[in-house]
């Protein structure tokens, strides 16, 4: 599966973005599918992954604020940031887990496939 992240771009403190992630050669529903961002000078962390319909899972930093979901029909996943800090600015990163593999995890090893990134700065 090749994936195409987009929807960064500039906002202010506590203002909203919403990225998406689209999936060509490749049915994104079958993935365990998640996104990461990388700060300047930081590792690459993880911010939300999801399993099937309905599992989803946050990091600590995100939770309450960002929301993973996916549509099917669209081949696209989507990260829906709102009350956005400063601390937020990082390039994100949309990936895939193997097409086998049905269990979520925060580990950015565990992902096979990833995106170009795209960037995002909270500032005001």
């Known amino acids: 599966v090749q994936l195409q992240a987009s929807g960064g771009g500039l906002a202010q403190p506590g203002g909203s973005l919403r990225l998406s992630c689209a999936a060509s050669e490749g049915t994104l529903s079958y993935y365990v599918m998640g996104w990461f961002r990388q700060a300047p000078g930081k590792e690459r962390e993880f911010v939300a992954a999801i399993a099937g319909s309905d599992y989803t899972r946050y990091a600590d930093s995100v939770k309450g604020r960002y929301t993973i979901s996916r549509d099917n029909a669209k081949n696209t996943m989507y990260l829906q940031m709102n009350s956005l800090k400063p601390e937020d600015t990082a390039i994100y990163y949309c990936?895939?887990?193997?097409?086998?593999?049905?269990?979520?995890?925060?580990?950015?090893?565990?992902?096979?496939?990833w995106g170009q990134g795209t960037q995002v700065t909270v500032s005001s």
């Open positions: 990936a895939a887990r193997g097409s086998s593999i049905t269990v979520v995890t925060t580990s950015r090893r565990g992902y096979l496939h």
